[in-house]
């Protein structure tokens, strides 16, 4: 059941995946992944509330790598439901447990920075964003640029102005 589980799981095919590790639950011998299994294809099908009810109980019983992941489902799952100090707070604990800081990364963290008002925080993250040409450029300029007009810097938001308006996104 674990394994055609967990092949489900890798497939996509999330709806068997939780079926059957929800019958592992019980089970002493997979009892401690199968919870972060669920959890995982809760935040896949967009369940927030589910992640953010069961996260923190999750959160208590990882060890490792779990816990870095589990804070940077937690922070996904506290920007999408808008609770922004959230998504901070779970995404510097991600960071503090080694997790790898990339660019979605830091645009959940820039632009909940930028959202609480701490431009400065917010500056340093977006920055790290704006490198190639994509959306998720675009939209971390745009927000950039705003950060710099909040700091009272226009020589600096212009450029952010101009590189968000000039892409074809």
Not at 33 to 38: E, G, Q, S, T
Not at 80 to 102: L, N, P, S, T, W
Not at 109 to 129: M, P
Request: aromatic content about 14%.
């Amino acid at each position: 059941q674990y394994y055609t589980s967990y092949i489900d799981y890798t497939e996509g095919n999330y709806r068997e995946a939780k079926r059957g590790f929800s019958q592992l639950t019980d089970n002493s011998a997979y009892s401690k992944v199968v919870p972060f299994y669920i959890f995982q294809i809760e935040v896949l099908e967009g369940n927030y509330d589910y992640v953010l009810r069961n996260g923190p109980a999750l959160l208590k019983s990882a060890a490792g790598e779990r816990v870095a992941e589990i804070n940077r489902v937690m922070s996904e799952a506290c920007f999408h439901e808008g609770d922004y100090a959230g998504a901070i707070e779970y995404m510097d604990a991600y960071r503090k447990a080694g997790g790898d800081m990339g660019r979605a990364e830091y645009y959940l963290l820039g632009y909940s920075q930028y959202v609480r008002n701490d431009i400065n925080e917010a500056v340093a993250s977006l920055s790290q964003v704006v490198v190639p040409d994509d959306k998720l450029t675009q939209n971390a300029a745009y927000h950039l640029g705003g950060a710099y007009l909040r700091a009272g810097d226009k020589s600096k938001a212009v450029p952010s102005f101009s590189q968000s308006a000039s892409a074809t996104y």
